[in-house]
């Protein structure tokens, strides 16, 4: 039985027009005490400025009530709230790290002008310390780059195949005449050189990528990558054809999504054959129409002059008009999409199915994040995705840019020219040659003890500078006015791990909250490379993989032929229960040889197939010799989207960026937001831009946009 309403203790219940008398009385008396106590505060809040008398009676009372109803309430609270002790503790950091920023950029600014005799130690051989290096050297600055591998590359890396020739082709030099004058037989086989990790990239997207290649010299094309995902079900589901196979794995496969097939390009045989992915289908073109019009509205896409035609025929002159160019680097801290996850949203917001995402999403873009783990990617992302990797239209792939020879080896050379020593001499490539400590000192200045500054350096001044001092594995030790640490968190960290500052020593008393100052910054800097996660900490699919041939057992038979010829990726998708429930486990085999430049060359096209597969170590167990390439290793090469990696090189990276006077600086994909070769590579140039070399690519309007929108991220604006 529901209790009457009751205004005291015995009241009686009242008839409902008495209720609302009651509450009309009880807004009026809130009122009445609204207004005494907006009295007794005026004397502490500021005074509305009223409008003049000759302004009409109407707008005077809107601004009255104005002021009433929300200034004055506004005014009072900001008062409140400015003394309560969690407002005081979030200005007080604000205001630290704004005090950080506007240090390192003081400490930045007191560089001297001119690339004149400084020193730069570029650490890392990938395309962030290379690309890096490259820019330094060009602005004259004397570099010297240490790669711990005996080549460059970093995730580039590049392998040589050996493939057969076809009847009646010749290797060319190979069969001319011995000295004897007996011709030396025909070679039968013929290296074709392909990458092995990083393969090809979204060329719409990396434009600084696209801007250094051109400024080399280095030819590129465009490829059509088609994705294949199959589903293994347990023995006796589906098709028979695909039964034990004798190595560990059981069950036919089945085609869940394909780019460009006939079986996913005809949306009446899709809906026939597969409901719930035509279904899921249309859902996931909403929920990415709906993240690019969010994206839209806080991060306008960069306009950008494009030329067109005017007149009819596009006879006349071209003229310049304004588009909406595409960008890996739109962002805005506003956006509510950062913090809300691809999965939740897809879910809940859209009423994407577990089995899309484990049989759809997550295998296809295994080979973007070179990981399983996914649950945690931000719903921002998804338009990004859709760029590079379409799924909502399996009648339209990717279209990517990739190198004409197939591999990044003369990106490198390139870029390293002019490191080498002349004659056979050391230079300034230290390959195979690893850092193993890092320490600043103190020099200039006249402080008495201080440090021997580097050869030639135009830090000589009267003005105390901070250089760092390198020690390599080779019992080199050596002084920089710079310091780029463009590798991995792990080996930054193994290098910083014995730092020591002589800062104190040589200044005295007076240099001792220095000192302390640069010993919190090393505390926080190792604590931060210490946090930075890898995929393989919680994914250990790509840690290791295999380069074979081996076709017959990595890919499914009914499909095999088929996927050496048209796809470039096929995945697999074990486990579960078959309705986006339990747990999945994935295999990835990237084709190379059916899309890359060099294995397409008439003397060898389809003669071997070409594979670097991921996941496949049970099935791959039996491969022959002669079969097997080689191990690829991906250990600490990618780090994860975690909110902890995010959350680091939003907050935390931007104020550690060249502190002591722009002694030491981080590039690479463990202080950036992201993986991916433009993203390196641009973070090179931004930390070299910082110390001192101009953007090499002013005239690329879209590399430009995206140079500064980075700078902003890394705090080096």
């Given amino acids: ?126 395309i962030a310390g290379a690309g890096a290096a490259w820019s330094l050297r060009r602005s004259g600055f004397d570099v010297t780059l240490y790669e711990q591998k005996p080549a460059l590359g970093g995730n580039a890396k590049s392998h040589g195949w050996q493939v057969p020739l076809k009847a009646g082709a010749s290797a060319g030099a190979s069969s001319s005449a011995g000295g ?16 092995l990790s990083v393969l090809a990239w979204p060329g719409e997207l990396f434009h600084t990528y696209n801007a250094l290649l051109a400024h080399l010299g280095i030819e590129t094309v465009e490829h059509v990558l088609r994705f294949f995902v199959g589903r293994r079900r347990a023995t006796g589901c589906g098709d028979s054809s695909g039964g034990s196979s004798g190595d560990g794995s059981s069950g036919a496969v089945e085609c869940v999504f394909a780019h460009d097939r006939e079986s996913h390009t005809d949306e009446a045989q899709l809906a026939a054959r597969q409901p719930w992915l035509a279904a899921d289908l249309a859902r996931w073109r909403r929920l990415a129409a709906f993240v690019r019009r969010v994206n839209g509205f806080f991060a306008p896409a960069p306009l950008r002059r494009a030329a067109a035609t005017s007149g009819p025929g596009g006879g006349a002159a071209a003229v310049a008009v304004a588009v909406r160019g595409k960008s890996c680097y739109r962002n805005s801290l506003l956006n ?43 719903a921002v992302l998804a338009e990004l995705l859709e760029d590079i990797v379409p ?80 020690e390599d594995d080779e019992g080199r030790t050596e002084r920089f006015d710079h310091v780029v640490f463009a590798c991995g968190a792990p080996a930054a960290l193994r290098a910083l791990k014995r730092f020591s500052s002589d800062t104190a020593s040589s200044g005295g008393w007076l240099a001792l909250p220095r000192a302390l100052a640069q010993q919190c910054w090393h505390w926080l800097a190792t604590a931060t490379l210490r946090n930075v996660r890898y995929v393989e ?6 840690s290791s993989g295999e380069a074979h041939s081996d076709s017959a057992a990595a890919l499914p038979p009914q499909f095999e032929g088929e996927l050496l010829q048209r796809f470039c990726n096929y995945v697999e998708v074990q486990g579960g229960d078959g309705d986006g429930g339990g747990a999945l486990a994935y295999e990835n085999t990237f084709i190379v040889s059916s899309w890359s430049p060099p294995a397409l060359a008439p003397d060898v096209a389809g003669q071997r197939p070409m594979l670097v597969s991921y996941g496949c170590k049970e099935r791959l167990r039996n491969t022959p010799a002669a079969l097997f390439e080689r191990n690829v290793t991906g250990r600490e090469a990618h780090p994860c989207l975690t909110t902890t990696n995010l959350a680091l090189s939003t907050a935390v990276w931007p104020r550690l960026q060249g502190l002591h006077g722009g002694a030491l600086y981080f590039a690479g994909s463990s202080v950036t937001p992201g993986n991916g070769h433009d993203l390196s590579l641009l973070s090179g140039l931004v930390v070299a831009a910082a110390v001192g070399a101009p953007f090499p690519f002013v005239e690329n309007e879209a590399a430009l946009s995206d140079f500064h929108a980075l700078q902003g991220m890394m705090g080096l604006g």
């Fill in 537 to 542: 900490s919680r994914d250990a699919l790509f």
């Fill in 336 to 378: 509510p999409l950062n913090v809300v996850p691809l999965r939740a949203l897809a879910r809940w917001g859209f009423g994407v199915s577990d089995r899309f995402w484990g049989e759809v999403f997550v295998p296809v873009h295994t080979s973007t994040f070179l990981e399983a783990h996914m649950d945690d990617l931000p």
């Fill in 1 to 126: 039985m529901e209790a009457p309403l009751s205004h005291g203790k015995g009241a009686v219940p009242q008839p409902p027009i008495l209720h609302l008398g009651s509450l009309f009385a009880s807004l009026k008396l809130l009122e009445r005490r609204r207004r005494r106590a907006a009295s007794r505060t005026a004397a502490c809040a500021a005074p509305p400025v009223l409008p003049t008398a000759t302004q009409p009676a109407l707008v005077a009372r809107l601004w009255h009530l104005l002021d009433d109803w929300l200034l004055g309430p506004c005014r009072r609270r900001l008062g409140a709230l400015a003394l309560s002790p969690v407002a005081r503790g979030v200005a007080l950091v604000c205001a630290a790290g704004a005090l950080l920023r506007w240090y390192a950029r003081r400490r930045r600014q007191q560089q001297p002008p001119g690339a004149t005799g400084r020193r730069v130690c570029v650490v890392g051989g990938g």
């Fill in 180 to 195: 004897d004058g007996v011709a030396a037989p025909a070679a039968t086989t013929r290296e074709v050189r392909t990458g």
């Fill in 391 to 470: 799924l909502a239209e399996p009648g339209a792939p990717p279209v990517m840019r990739t190198w004409a020879a197939g591999n990044a080896d003369a990106v490198f050379e390139a870029l390293a020219a002019g490191l080498q020593g002349a004659g056979g001499g050391e230079g300034k490539l230290r390959l195979g040659c690893e850092v193993e400590a890092v320490r600043l000192e103190e020099c200039g200045g006249g402080g008495g003890g201080g440090a021997v500054l580097p050869s030639g350096s135009a830090a000589a001044s009267t003005r105390s500078r901070t250089v760092a001092v390198v």
